[in-house]
Protein backbone atom coordinates (compact mmCIF):
# COMPACT_ATOMS: atom_id res chain seq x y z
CA UNK A 1 0.00 0.00 0.00
CA UNK A 2 0.97 3.59 -0.29
CA UNK A 3 2.65 5.09 2.13
CA UNK A 4 -0.05 8.77 2.39
CA UNK A 5 1.44 12.09 3.95
CA UNK A 6 -0.98 13.32 6.87
CA UNK A 7 -4.59 14.48 5.81
CA UNK A 8 -6.35 17.44 7.71
CA UNK A 9 -9.17 19.61 5.67
CA UNK A 10 -6.51 21.97 5.33
CA UNK A 11 -3.74 19.97 3.77
CA UNK A 12 -4.53 20.63 0.11
CA UNK A 13 -3.40 24.25 0.22
CA UNK A 14 0.11 22.74 0.55
CA UNK A 15 -0.53 21.69 -3.57
CA UNK A 16 -0.88 22.96 -6.89
CA UNK A 17 -4.44 23.89 -6.82
CA UNK A 18 -5.65 24.45 -10.53
CA UNK A 19 -8.92 26.05 -11.61
CA UNK A 20 -8.88 27.65 -7.95
CA UNK A 21 -9.58 31.33 -8.13
CA UNK A 22 -6.44 33.32 -7.28
CA UNK A 23 -7.44 37.12 -7.94
CA UNK A 24 -9.97 37.68 -5.22
CA UNK A 25 -9.12 41.21 -4.93
CA UNK A 26 -9.66 41.26 -0.89
CA UNK A 27 -7.98 37.68 0.33
CA UNK A 28 -9.36 39.24 3.77
CA UNK A 29 -12.84 39.08 3.00
CA UNK A 30 -12.78 35.81 1.53
CA UNK A 31 -11.43 34.26 4.90
CA UNK A 32 -14.11 35.70 6.96
CA UNK A 33 -16.54 34.32 4.61
CA UNK A 34 -15.03 31.00 5.26
CA UNK A 35 -14.86 32.03 8.89
CA UNK A 36 -18.69 32.20 8.91
CA UNK A 37 -18.98 29.40 6.42
CA UNK A 38 -17.30 26.91 9.30
CA UNK A 39 -20.34 28.20 11.27
CA UNK A 40 -22.97 26.83 9.56
CA UNK A 41 -25.27 24.09 9.78
CA UNK A 42 -24.10 20.99 7.36
CA UNK A 43 -26.52 20.92 4.39
CA UNK A 44 -26.04 16.96 4.89
CA UNK A 45 -25.01 14.26 7.30
CA UNK A 46 -22.83 11.57 7.80
CA UNK A 47 -25.45 8.75 8.03
CA UNK A 48 -27.56 9.94 4.51
CA UNK A 49 -23.67 10.01 2.89
CA UNK A 50 -22.59 6.70 4.02
CA UNK A 51 -26.39 5.53 2.84
CA UNK A 52 -25.57 6.21 0.03
CA UNK A 53 -22.23 4.50 -0.58
CA UNK A 54 -24.34 1.72 0.47
CA UNK A 55 -26.69 1.75 -2.56
CA UNK A 56 -23.39 2.36 -4.64
CA UNK A 57 -22.11 -0.55 -3.34
CA UNK A 58 -24.72 -2.60 -4.49
CA UNK A 59 -24.24 -0.96 -7.86
CA UNK A 60 -20.76 -1.80 -7.90
CA UNK A 61 -22.05 -5.48 -7.90
CA UNK A 62 -23.99 -5.00 -10.42
CA UNK A 63 -27.56 -4.30 -8.18
CA UNK A 64 -28.97 -1.08 -9.54
CA UNK A 65 -28.36 1.78 -11.37
CA UNK A 66 -26.68 5.10 -10.95
CA UNK A 67 -29.09 8.32 -12.14
CA UNK A 68 -26.79 11.35 -11.77
CA UNK A 69 -28.35 14.68 -13.77
CA UNK A 70 -28.73 18.22 -13.62
CA UNK A 71 -27.73 21.92 -14.87
CA UNK A 72 -23.98 21.92 -15.56
CA UNK A 73 -23.66 25.69 -13.73
CA UNK A 74 -27.10 26.49 -10.98
CA UNK A 75 -27.37 30.15 -11.42
CA UNK A 76 -28.78 32.83 -8.86
CA UNK A 77 -30.72 34.40 -11.68
CA UNK A 78 -32.60 30.63 -12.37
CA UNK A 79 -33.60 30.15 -8.76
CA UNK A 80 -37.02 29.71 -8.29
CA UNK A 81 -38.94 26.99 -6.79
CA UNK A 82 -41.08 26.03 -10.17
CA UNK A 83 -37.75 25.21 -12.02
CA UNK A 84 -36.69 23.16 -9.20
CA UNK A 85 -40.07 21.07 -9.21
CA UNK A 86 -39.46 20.61 -12.95
CA UNK A 87 -36.35 19.10 -12.52
CA UNK A 88 -37.35 16.68 -9.75
CA UNK A 89 -40.23 15.45 -11.40
CA UNK A 90 -38.40 14.64 -14.78
CA UNK A 91 -35.90 12.81 -12.40
CA UNK A 92 -38.12 11.04 -10.64
CA UNK A 93 -39.80 10.03 -14.21
CA UNK A 94 -36.30 8.70 -15.95
CA UNK A 95 -35.83 6.60 -12.55
CA UNK A 96 -39.37 5.12 -12.66
CA UNK A 97 -38.05 4.33 -16.32
CA UNK A 98 -35.07 2.78 -15.03
CA UNK A 99 -36.62 1.19 -12.73
CA UNK A 100 -39.59 -0.33 -14.43
CA UNK A 101 -38.53 -0.86 -18.14
CA UNK A 102 -34.62 -1.53 -16.93
CA UNK A 103 -35.83 -4.17 -14.12
CA UNK A 104 -32.78 -2.01 -11.48
CA UNK A 105 -33.19 -0.31 -8.26
CA UNK A 106 -32.37 3.56 -9.26
CA UNK A 107 -29.81 5.58 -6.94
CA UNK A 108 -30.92 9.21 -7.24
CA UNK A 109 -28.24 11.42 -7.31
CA UNK A 110 -28.91 15.20 -8.30
CA UNK A 111 -26.24 17.43 -9.77
CA UNK A 112 -27.52 20.12 -8.08
CA UNK A 113 -27.88 22.14 -4.88
CA UNK A 114 -24.25 23.51 -4.72
CA UNK A 115 -23.00 22.81 -8.25
CA UNK A 116 -22.03 26.50 -9.26
CA UNK A 117 -18.19 26.95 -10.06
CA UNK A 118 -17.25 25.91 -13.14
CA UNK A 119 -13.79 25.18 -14.72
CA UNK A 120 -13.03 27.05 -18.07
CA UNK A 121 -10.82 25.81 -20.99
CA UNK A 122 -9.68 29.78 -21.20
CA UNK A 123 -8.95 32.20 -17.97
CA UNK A 124 -10.03 35.19 -20.38
CA UNK A 125 -12.76 36.04 -22.66
CA UNK A 126 -12.65 38.63 -25.50
CA UNK A 127 -15.66 40.00 -27.25
CA UNK A 128 -15.53 43.00 -29.64
CA UNK A 129 -11.41 43.79 -28.68
CA UNK A 130 -12.27 43.77 -24.77
CA UNK A 131 -11.06 40.82 -22.62
CA UNK A 132 -12.00 40.24 -19.11
CA UNK A 133 -11.71 37.44 -16.41
CA UNK A 134 -13.85 34.18 -17.79
CA UNK A 135 -17.29 33.72 -16.12
CA UNK A 136 -16.36 30.79 -13.27
CA UNK A 137 -19.99 30.01 -11.93
CA UNK A 138 -22.15 32.18 -10.16
CA UNK A 139 -20.30 31.77 -6.62
CA UNK A 140 -16.86 33.05 -7.75
CA UNK A 141 -18.32 35.73 -10.59
CA UNK A 142 -21.24 37.29 -12.37
CA UNK A 143 -21.36 36.38 -16.05
CA UNK A 144 -22.53 39.90 -17.24
CA UNK A 145 -19.46 40.64 -19.90
CA UNK A 146 -18.33 43.96 -17.16
CA UNK A 147 -14.90 44.14 -15.39
CA UNK A 148 -16.58 44.44 -11.93
CA UNK A 149 -19.28 41.31 -12.92
CA UNK A 150 -15.90 39.34 -13.26
CA UNK A 151 -14.15 40.18 -10.34
CA UNK A 152 -14.11 36.81 -7.82
CA UNK A 153 -16.59 38.13 -4.74
CA UNK A 154 -16.24 35.88 -2.19
CA UNK A 155 -20.10 37.05 -1.14
CA UNK A 156 -21.17 34.73 -3.67
CA UNK A 157 -20.06 31.91 -1.64
CA UNK A 158 -23.09 32.68 1.48
CA UNK A 159 -25.58 33.12 -1.81
CA UNK A 160 -24.31 29.97 -3.10
CA UNK A 161 -24.46 28.33 0.56
CA UNK A 162 -27.63 29.48 1.40
CA UNK A 163 -29.39 28.82 -2.50
CA UNK A 164 -27.88 25.33 -2.05
CA UNK A 165 -29.76 25.22 1.72
CA UNK A 166 -32.87 26.30 0.22
CA UNK A 167 -32.69 24.22 -2.81
CA UNK A 168 -32.04 21.30 -0.63
CA UNK A 169 -34.57 21.51 1.87
CA UNK A 170 -37.64 22.01 -0.87
CA UNK A 171 -35.74 18.88 -2.52
CA UNK A 172 -35.78 16.77 0.74
CA UNK A 173 -39.78 17.94 1.37
CA UNK A 174 -40.48 16.61 -2.39
CA UNK A 175 -38.76 13.32 -1.81
CA UNK A 176 -40.20 12.46 1.55
CA UNK A 177 -43.41 14.50 1.71
CA UNK A 178 -45.76 13.03 -0.34
CA UNK A 179 -44.76 13.37 -3.54
CA UNK A 180 -42.90 11.22 -4.92
CA UNK A 181 -45.68 8.50 -3.99
CA UNK A 182 -46.20 6.26 -6.88
CA UNK A 183 -49.72 6.41 -6.44
CA UNK A 184 -49.23 10.09 -8.54
CA UNK A 185 -47.29 9.14 -11.10
CA UNK A 186 -49.52 10.92 -13.54
CA UNK A 187 -49.54 13.77 -11.83
CA UNK A 188 -45.72 14.54 -12.15
CA UNK A 189 -46.17 14.61 -15.91
CA UNK A 190 -44.69 17.26 -17.66
CA UNK A 191 -46.63 19.29 -20.06
CA UNK A 192 -44.52 17.99 -22.90
CA UNK A 193 -45.59 14.67 -21.89
CA UNK A 194 -49.35 14.98 -22.49
CA UNK A 195 -48.81 16.86 -25.29
CA UNK A 196 -46.13 14.99 -27.58
CA UNK A 197 -45.65 11.95 -28.92
CA UNK A 198 -42.14 9.59 -29.08
CA UNK A 199 -41.21 9.03 -26.02
CA UNK A 200 -44.06 10.75 -23.88
CA UNK A 201 -46.28 8.24 -25.85
CA UNK A 202 -44.30 5.07 -24.47
CA UNK A 203 -43.93 7.24 -20.85
CA UNK A 204 -47.74 7.11 -20.38
CA UNK A 205 -48.09 3.66 -21.09
CA UNK A 206 -45.83 2.62 -19.16
CA UNK A 207 -47.83 4.66 -16.25
CA UNK A 208 -50.59 3.08 -16.96
CA UNK A 209 -48.76 -0.11 -16.40
CA UNK A 210 -47.18 0.91 -13.07
CA UNK A 211 -50.96 2.32 -11.74
CA UNK A 212 -52.24 -1.13 -12.85
CA UNK A 213 -49.49 -3.07 -10.51
CA UNK A 214 -49.53 -0.70 -7.33
CA UNK A 215 -53.27 -1.80 -7.84
CA UNK A 216 -52.25 -5.21 -7.27
CA UNK A 217 -50.02 -4.61 -4.85
CA UNK A 218 -52.31 -2.37 -2.86
CA UNK A 219 -54.49 -5.27 -3.11
CA UNK A 220 -52.17 -8.17 -1.59
CA UNK A 221 -51.17 -5.74 1.22
CA UNK A 222 -54.48 -4.83 2.26
CA UNK A 223 -53.14 -1.72 2.27
CA UNK A 224 -50.62 -2.17 4.75
CA UNK A 225 -47.88 -2.16 2.80
CA UNK A 226 -44.54 -2.97 3.63
CA UNK A 227 -43.26 -2.28 0.46
CA UNK A 228 -42.35 1.53 0.54
CA UNK A 229 -43.54 3.18 -2.91
CA UNK A 230 -44.41 6.67 -0.82
CA UNK A 231 -41.01 8.15 -0.55
CA UNK A 232 -37.53 8.22 -2.27
CA UNK A 233 -33.87 8.84 -1.54
CA UNK A 234 -32.75 11.42 -3.13
CA UNK A 235 -29.02 12.53 -3.23
CA UNK A 236 -27.07 15.41 -3.89
CA UNK A 237 -23.50 16.52 -5.37
CA UNK A 238 -21.85 18.59 -7.25
CA UNK A 239 -18.10 19.14 -8.57
CA UNK A 240 -15.43 19.83 -5.90
CA UNK A 241 -14.11 22.71 -7.51
CA UNK A 242 -13.73 25.71 -4.72
CA UNK A 243 -11.75 23.63 -1.71
CA UNK A 244 -11.70 26.45 0.43
CA UNK A 245 -15.71 26.45 0.20
CA UNK A 246 -15.44 22.43 0.87
CA UNK A 247 -12.88 23.00 3.31
CA UNK A 248 -14.90 25.54 5.52
CA UNK A 249 -18.32 22.93 5.23
CA UNK A 250 -15.98 19.27 6.20
CA UNK A 251 -16.74 18.58 9.67
CA UNK A 252 -15.55 15.52 11.85
CA UNK A 253 -18.72 12.78 12.05
CA UNK A 254 -19.69 12.75 16.04
CA UNK A 255 -23.11 11.89 15.73
CA UNK A 256 -22.81 8.71 13.72
CA UNK A 257 -19.76 6.98 15.26
CA UNK A 258 -17.47 7.20 12.09
CA UNK A 259 -15.09 9.31 13.32
CA UNK A 260 -14.02 10.65 10.10
CA UNK A 261 -14.21 14.00 8.03
CA UNK A 262 -17.35 14.11 6.03
CA UNK A 263 -18.23 17.36 3.33
CA UNK A 264 -21.25 18.09 4.42
CA UNK A 265 -21.98 20.65 1.14
CA UNK A 266 -22.91 17.22 -0.76
CA UNK A 267 -23.37 14.18 -0.43
CA UNK A 268 -21.28 13.33 -3.26
CA UNK A 269 -18.41 15.23 -4.73
CA UNK A 270 -16.88 14.63 -8.17
CA UNK A 271 -13.09 15.40 -9.08
CA UNK A 272 -13.17 17.47 -13.02
CA UNK A 273 -11.09 16.19 -15.46
CA UNK A 274 -8.97 18.80 -15.25
CA UNK A 275 -8.60 19.11 -11.54
CA UNK A 276 -7.65 15.42 -11.23
CA UNK A 277 -3.52 15.36 -10.96
CA UNK A 278 -2.60 12.74 -8.99
CA UNK A 279 -0.22 15.14 -6.45
CA UNK A 280 -2.31 18.27 -6.95
CA UNK A 281 -4.93 19.85 -4.57
CA UNK A 282 -8.02 18.48 -5.55
CA UNK A 283 -6.89 15.22 -4.80
CA UNK A 284 -5.38 15.57 -1.93
CA UNK A 285 -8.97 16.92 -0.61
CA UNK A 286 -10.54 14.46 -1.62
CA UNK A 287 -8.34 11.57 -0.37
CA UNK A 288 -9.35 12.05 3.43
CA UNK A 289 -13.09 12.72 2.87
CA UNK A 290 -15.50 9.38 3.88
CA UNK A 291 -17.74 11.04 0.69
CA UNK A 292 -18.07 8.85 -2.30
CA UNK A 293 -16.09 10.28 -4.60
CA UNK A 294 -16.70 10.47 -8.75
CA UNK A 295 -13.68 10.94 -10.99
CA UNK A 296 -14.38 12.17 -14.20
CA UNK A 297 -12.17 9.88 -16.91
CA UNK A 298 -10.93 11.86 -19.92
CA UNK A 299 -8.47 10.67 -23.10
CA UNK A 300 -5.63 12.15 -21.56
CA UNK A 301 -5.69 9.90 -18.49
CA UNK A 302 -3.83 6.53 -18.90
CA UNK A 303 -4.97 3.12 -17.33
CA UNK A 304 -1.69 3.33 -15.13
CA UNK A 305 -2.50 6.73 -14.08
CA UNK A 306 -5.94 5.93 -12.89
CA UNK A 307 -4.86 2.50 -10.89
CA UNK A 308 -2.60 5.39 -9.07
CA UNK A 309 -5.49 7.87 -8.58
CA UNK A 310 -7.70 4.58 -7.49
CA UNK A 311 -5.79 3.54 -4.89
CA UNK A 312 -4.65 7.52 -3.46
CA UNK A 313 -8.40 7.89 -3.47
CA UNK A 314 -9.22 4.75 -2.14
CA UNK A 315 -6.56 2.51 -0.47
CA UNK A 316 -8.83 0.22 1.62
CA UNK A 317 -10.71 -0.83 -2.23
CA UNK A 318 -14.42 0.21 -0.06
CA UNK A 319 -17.16 -0.87 -2.21
CA UNK A 320 -19.43 2.31 -2.89
CA UNK A 321 -16.35 4.56 -2.58
CA UNK A 322 -15.67 5.25 -6.08
CA UNK A 323 -17.71 6.27 -9.35
CA UNK A 324 -15.53 6.38 -12.06
CA UNK A 325 -17.16 8.80 -14.61
CA UNK A 326 -16.15 8.22 -18.32
CA UNK A 327 -16.39 11.01 -20.49
CA UNK A 328 -14.36 10.64 -23.85
CA UNK A 329 -16.76 11.43 -26.75
CA UNK A 330 -18.51 9.08 -29.02
CA UNK A 331 -15.39 9.15 -31.25
CA UNK A 332 -12.76 8.58 -28.60
CA UNK A 333 -14.57 6.57 -25.91
CA UNK A 334 -13.56 3.06 -28.13
CA UNK A 335 -10.17 3.62 -28.21
CA UNK A 336 -9.74 4.65 -24.65
CA UNK A 337 -11.74 2.85 -22.28
CA UNK A 338 -11.34 -0.51 -23.11
CA UNK A 339 -8.07 -0.82 -21.92
CA UNK A 340 -9.01 1.01 -18.55
CA UNK A 341 -12.27 -0.95 -17.75
CA UNK A 342 -9.45 -3.60 -18.07
CA UNK A 343 -6.97 -2.98 -15.84
CA UNK A 344 -9.71 -1.79 -13.07
CA UNK A 345 -11.25 -4.62 -13.24
CA UNK A 346 -7.78 -7.63 -13.40
CA UNK A 347 -6.62 -5.02 -10.13
CA UNK A 348 -9.95 -5.92 -8.45
CA UNK A 349 -10.69 -2.64 -7.68
CA UNK A 350 -14.34 -2.18 -6.96
CA UNK A 351 -15.88 0.77 -8.27
CA UNK A 352 -19.06 1.54 -10.11
CA UNK A 353 -18.55 2.36 -14.17
CA UNK A 354 -20.51 5.45 -15.10
CA UNK A 355 -20.87 7.65 -18.32
CA UNK A 356 -20.76 10.89 -19.03
CA UNK A 357 -22.18 11.17 -22.48
CA UNK A 358 -22.16 14.99 -22.08
CA UNK A 359 -18.90 16.64 -21.86
CA UNK A 360 -17.10 15.06 -24.66
CA UNK A 361 -19.58 15.56 -27.18
CA UNK A 362 -19.54 19.46 -27.55
CA UNK A 363 -19.60 20.94 -30.92
CA UNK A 364 -20.27 24.46 -32.44
CA UNK A 365 -23.12 24.62 -34.53
CA UNK A 366 -23.54 26.52 -38.05
CA UNK A 367 -25.63 28.84 -35.82
CA UNK A 368 -23.02 29.79 -33.37
CA UNK A 369 -24.10 27.94 -30.56
CA UNK A 370 -22.40 25.12 -28.62
CA UNK A 371 -24.59 22.27 -28.91
CA UNK A 372 -24.37 18.70 -28.24
CA UNK A 373 -26.23 16.31 -30.44
CA UNK A 374 -28.43 13.73 -29.16
CA UNK A 375 -27.27 11.04 -31.29
CA UNK A 376 -23.97 11.18 -30.47
CA UNK A 377 -24.71 11.38 -26.73
CA UNK A 378 -26.72 7.86 -27.24
CA UNK A 379 -23.85 6.84 -29.21
CA UNK A 380 -21.72 7.03 -26.44
CA UNK A 381 -23.48 5.84 -23.79
CA UNK A 382 -24.19 2.86 -26.24
CA UNK A 383 -20.62 2.32 -26.83
CA UNK A 384 -19.84 2.71 -22.72
CA UNK A 385 -22.43 0.34 -21.89
CA UNK A 386 -21.17 -2.61 -24.74
CA UNK A 387 -17.40 -1.86 -23.97
CA UNK A 388 -17.60 -2.14 -20.19
CA UNK A 389 -20.00 -5.38 -20.25
CA UNK A 390 -17.14 -6.57 -22.85
CA UNK A 391 -14.82 -6.22 -20.40
CA UNK A 392 -16.57 -8.83 -18.02
CA UNK A 393 -17.80 -5.22 -15.31
CA UNK A 394 -20.71 -3.90 -15.32
CA UNK A 395 -22.15 -0.39 -17.00
CA UNK A 396 -23.80 1.33 -13.87
CA UNK A 397 -24.82 4.50 -14.54
CA UNK A 398 -24.93 8.15 -16.29
CA UNK A 399 -24.19 11.59 -15.78
CA UNK A 400 -25.77 13.51 -17.55
CA UNK A 401 -26.56 17.76 -17.84
CA UNK A 402 -30.46 18.15 -17.94
CA UNK A 403 -33.13 20.20 -17.31
CA UNK A 404 -36.91 19.81 -16.79
CA UNK A 405 -37.29 23.24 -18.54
CA UNK A 406 -38.07 23.51 -22.38
CA UNK A 407 -34.86 24.46 -23.51
CA UNK A 408 -33.42 24.10 -27.09
CA UNK A 409 -29.90 23.33 -26.20
CA UNK A 410 -28.76 20.08 -27.38
CA UNK A 411 -29.86 19.23 -31.33
CA UNK A 412 -31.68 16.13 -32.12
CA UNK A 413 -33.59 13.99 -30.32
CA UNK A 414 -37.53 12.39 -31.50
CA UNK A 415 -38.88 16.27 -31.23
CA UNK A 416 -36.33 17.52 -33.28
CA UNK A 417 -34.40 20.46 -32.18
CA UNK A 418 -32.26 21.95 -35.42
CA UNK A 419 -29.01 23.74 -35.63
CA UNK A 420 -31.39 26.88 -36.44
CA UNK A 421 -33.83 26.07 -33.55
CA UNK A 422 -31.42 26.76 -30.72
CA UNK A 423 -32.05 30.35 -30.49
CA UNK A 424 -35.78 29.57 -29.55
CA UNK A 425 -34.76 28.37 -25.43
CA UNK A 426 -31.01 28.88 -25.42
CA UNK A 427 -30.66 29.22 -21.55
CA UNK A 428 -27.76 27.69 -19.70
CA UNK A 429 -25.47 29.34 -17.57
CA UNK A 430 -22.55 26.57 -18.96
CA UNK A 431 -22.94 23.49 -21.28
CA UNK A 432 -25.82 22.85 -23.45
CA UNK A 433 -27.90 20.56 -21.21
CA UNK A 434 -30.87 17.66 -22.69
CA UNK A 435 -34.42 19.24 -22.33
CA UNK A 436 -37.01 17.11 -20.49
CA UNK A 437 -38.24 15.05 -23.82
CA UNK A 438 -34.58 14.30 -24.88
CA UNK A 439 -33.51 13.04 -21.17
CA UNK A 440 -37.01 11.00 -21.33
CA UNK A 441 -36.17 9.84 -24.50
CA UNK A 442 -32.38 8.88 -23.70
CA UNK A 443 -33.80 7.07 -20.38
CA UNK A 444 -35.81 5.13 -22.18
CA UNK A 445 -33.38 4.02 -24.97
CA UNK A 446 -31.02 2.86 -21.97
CA UNK A 447 -33.51 1.41 -20.54
CA UNK A 448 -33.88 -1.23 -22.97
CA UNK A 449 -30.12 -1.68 -23.48
CA UNK A 450 -30.21 -2.47 -20.09
CA UNK A 451 -32.59 -4.93 -19.82
CA UNK A 452 -31.93 -6.84 -23.21
CA UNK A 453 -28.16 -7.17 -21.42
CA UNK A 454 -29.90 -8.65 -18.51
CA UNK A 455 -31.99 -11.01 -20.48
CA UNK A 456 -28.71 -12.31 -21.95
CA UNK A 457 -26.84 -12.39 -18.93
CA UNK A 458 -30.13 -15.22 -17.50
CA UNK A 459 -30.36 -16.84 -21.17
CA UNK A 460 -25.97 -16.99 -20.59
CA UNK A 461 -27.00 -18.63 -17.32
CA UNK A 462 -29.65 -20.77 -17.69
CA UNK A 463 -27.06 -22.64 -20.79
CA UNK A 464 -29.61 -21.02 -23.44
C1 LIG B 1 -18.78 19.18 -15.73
O1 LIG B 1 -19.19 18.09 -15.32
O2 LIG B 1 -19.49 20.20 -15.79
C2 LIG B 1 -17.40 19.25 -16.27
C3 LIG B 1 -16.76 20.41 -16.39
O3 LIG B 1 -16.96 18.06 -16.65
P1 LIG B 1 -15.47 17.55 -17.01
O4 LIG B 1 -14.64 17.80 -15.79
O5 LIG B 1 -15.69 16.11 -17.29
O6 LIG B 1 -15.03 18.32 -18.22
CO1 LIG C 1 -20.76 20.92 -18.03
Not at 11 to 17: C, D, G, L, T, Y
Not at 57 to 75: I, M, R, Y
Not at 306 to 327: C, T
Not at 447 to 464: N, Q, V, W
Request: net charge negative; proline share 4%.
Amino acid sequence: MIQQTKWSPASWREKVAKHIPSDYPDLEALGAVEQRLYKRPPLVVASEIENLKAELAKVSLGDGFLLQGGDCAESFHEFEADRIIRYFRLFLQMAVVFTFAGGKHVVKLGRVAGQFAKPRSAPLETIDGVTLPSYRGDNINGMEFTALARLPDPNRLLQAYDQSASTMNLLRALATGGYADLAYINDWNLDFVKKQGGASKEYLKLCHHIEESLEFIQSLSNGAGTIDTKTVSFFTSHEALLLGYEQALTRKDSLFGSGGFYSTSAHMLWIGDRTRGLDDAHIEYCRGIANPIGLKCGPTLGADELLALIDKLNPSNEAGKLVLIARFGSDKIAAHLPAMVRKVTQAGRNVVWSSDPMHGNTVLSSSGYKTRPFSRVLSEVTDFMDIVRAEGAYPGGIHLEMTGDNVTECTGGAIDVTDEGLGANYATHCDPRLNGSQSLELAFKIAKKMKAGRDEIRMAAAGL
